[in-house]
């Protein structure tokens, strides 16, 4: 009987043998058709009109207080592999997009109106880059998807004036190192 589990046991693990390495990550070579290199800096301009909303809706952000972290400090994009860099920062981009529409229907001047288009245009080009990788590769685990976690249950557990304090304190931080990473690919420090 003995015999018989050890004929098994080693047949088993001869045919998991030959079905070959299985991959640990997506391929990218699909990313490399994605536009994203451009956003790699945005313009004087663009940032400008970005420094003046923040400016200016700060100064409505009065008594918030929250009880976690939205963007943690220690959250760097390059922990994660190349393939999930864009899915992350499109999920940051959904919420802060939601966000910051839902505060530019209550301010007054459109003072929203050109960093939401911007944001809306870097949004657009990442989900083609994000819908162009293959989806039979692995499913979001460990860092990434507590991140996708943490920011999709946000919107359901804080109060709004702590989103909108979390994404304006964090938007030069997606703007400038997030996207810079993303739009870097491999070459992300």
Not at 69 to 87: A, G, H, M, S, T
């Amino acid at each position: 009987m003995a015999t018989m589990w050890v004929l098994v046991l080693v047949t088993a693990g001869l045919s998991l043998a030959r079905a070959g390495p299985v991959p640990t990550s997506k391929p990218t070579t699909t990313w490399k058709r994605c536009d994203i290199g451009r956003f790699k800096s945005l313009s004087p301009r663009e940032l400008e009109a970005f420094k003046k909303a923040k400016d200016a809706l700060e100064n409505s952000l009065k008594n918030w207080s929250c009880g976690s972290r939205l963007f943690p400090r220690n959250r760097d994009l390059n922990q994660l592999q190349v393939w999930e860099r864009p899915v992350a920062l499109e999920a940051e981009l959904a919420l802060t997009l939601k966000v910051l529409e839902t505060m530019a229907d209550r301010s007054q001047g459109g003072i929203l109106d050109q960093p939401l288009h911007t944001l809306r245009h870097i949004r657009s080009e990442l989900q083609a880059c994000v819908s162009a990788q293959p989806t039979a590769g692995p499913q979001p685990r460990g860092r990434l998807h507590h991140w996708l976690h943490r920011l999709h249950e946000a919107s359901k557990k804080e109060s709004q004036g702590c989103l909108e304090a979390s994404v304006l304190f964090n938007l030069f931080r997606l703007l400038k190192k997030d996207l810079e990473c993303v739009a870097s690919g491999d070459l992300c420090v």
